[in-house]
């Protein structure tokens, strides 16, 4: 019997989470992956030798687990996981409770009940009101087991079965101690001390193969030229043309450099970032010694004259451009995306039994055919178990039982089988696309993501001179073509535009900017201003309490009564999706009106030192249709506590001219100088001001949004809100009636 080959190839990524600015990492995914999935994908397979698969592994993704190994590596959850419950201050004990239930839900967090206690508690859709309640409530034994839960809750199967503390503390279910929550944490570490050892030693016993994909992910057609996207978007707008296939080449030469040194031997395959390929990319691939590579069955289909779908998806091919070649296979899309996205909700052995069944079928499709066939099952190894029953085990103990004892069925290393069945087929005009419908939209056409490939290219114009120049330190040009590598990668594009979203968008476009702004710092170079500026689009901000009805504080810098900013718009900062550290210089914005004039009050952070107040400028941006207006408060440097020496503030596009007024210190206080009189602006324990309508033309039911900058040395530090703006409209008479009225 001809026994069909099924070769799966389990792709294992995350993100660049390093902070190149502060060397910390942002998000934790890649040390809870590490014991969840990282770890279960590879130990399984002891305990089914028969069965043999391709994993995947980003060299990106290599590089920060090893960061983890050698304890060099800083995450703020971790950080805010290892101290003590009872001394955790007001942000770090918001930033559990806003952050701390990020994972499935269904599949993570109802098994523990106490987790989902806890959650329900918090409030399932958090807001400003549940979580000041949730403040109130949660004591500290209610913190510090969102601690040990948050963590405990991402083992996987694998790690559970070996630690038998583990399953102690699962079973314990509340009540923890620092101990226990020490002994977590322990765990984490072994297993990730163990992770890259586990992969190497079943590649030497024959069970698995190892593959790379470029080192950090990028889409290498759009890196070596933006304009092969319009060869399947013809009707795409796309970006100012980027090329720089140099890139492209080095990012695949570091992936396999950086993998034989990990384990001792470059690979033969390649997973393109995204399966995404284009023919130029062929002369690169090959170039460099990369023997295979794999993408999606749709880009075969748009590349050949197909007879049938059994007769011609399932074996290999060759694919030849300018006198070089590649082997190439094309994933089943229909079996791939049953496992990514339909299996998990099924009855995992109900699922398994589904796909064995729809196997055989193809290997009597084609008993036969003289090629022996191979079908290629590919997908993310690590997101898609959270969807599934124990995250996986079941379904995968099932599948690969069977697949063991299947006599029609063998699983395989796709670089073994291309070995022993080498390609009869040759395609030569290779279709330009990714695993995704086949184009590249996901990356590149809306604004967003064009915007972005405009900030890469910008980048690199400015510095292409400076990356050349000898005099440069061949280190420091060394560490700027690092942060520009690291910029290029698919997953800042990815959460541009409107296809994706997360919790995490900002964060990712501080990153992206984050990349390219350390380009210019280890050369010694300016930080343009442009990648001060985000590229998300502008929206209202979340966590705005709008005004409810008129107010006029008396502007001392100081509460002077309780109720003189009640009814006032605010903003809480501390809500914004930030970048996880508690440095914040401003936590709330409030603002407000009477029916002559604009009311803003800005409250400084208790992390705001005066030494540090005496050096920062706070901008506040308004715009609306045409016009921008922008406010600058200036605080002169100076030996001065608890207030401040000097402000300037201008408006230099305002319908009455440039305004502007100075304030500074008199021996009896603070006097004021300015065209709005002496009683507009005043800064003891926060920052109040006054904007007379009169002065700046503003009209009843006009409407401007509002963004406040936090400045040093005219450098942009901190925004508020850091993705979106604060809406408001200049009232009329009726304005209190009409908010009686809702």
Partial sequence: MNRLSVGFLWHMHQPYYKDPLTGTYSLPWVRLHGIKSYYDMAKILGDFPEIKVTINLVPSLLLQILDYQKDTARDRFLDTTLKPAGDLDIDERQFILRYFFMANWDAIIKPLPRYYALLQDRGMHPNEETLERALKQFKIQDYLDLQVLFNLAWFGFKAVEEFEVLGELRAKGRDYTEQDKATVIQCQQVILKRLISVYKNLEATGQLELTASPFYHPILPLLMDTDIARRSMSWATLPERFSAPEDARAQVVKALDFHGQVFGKKPRGMWPSEGSVCPELIPILSGAGVQWIATDEEILTHSVMLSSRGEDLYRPYRVEHEGSSVQIVFRDKELSNLLSFTYGEMDPTSAAEDLVHRLTHIQEMTVGQKEPRLVTIILDGENPWENYQDNGRPFLMELYRRLSQAPSLKTVKIGDHLMEHPPRSVITQLYSGSWINHDFDIWIGAHE??????????????????????????????????????????????????DFTSDHDEEFDRLFRAHLMHAFKALGREVPEFLHRSILHLHPAKHIREPVNFITPSLEGRLTSYFEWQGAGYYDTTLQATRYHAERLVTTIYYGFDLTHWYLRIDPSPRCTPDQKERLTLQVNLFSTPTRETLRVHPAKGPRVGSLAEYRITIPCGPQGPLRFEVERSEDGIAFHSIFGSDQIAFVNFLELAIPFEKVGWKPHHQFNFILEVLEQDKVIETYPLNGYIPFTVPDKDFELRMWSV
């Fill in 449 to 498: 993501e064009n915007l972005a490939w405009e900030y890469l290219g910008r980048t690199q114009k400015i510095l292409r001179s400076a990356l050349t120049e000898e005099q440069i330190p061949a280190e420091r040009r060394q560490e700027a073509f690092e942060a520009l590598y690291a910029a290029e990668g698919s997953d800042w594009f990815w959460w541009y535009g409107d």
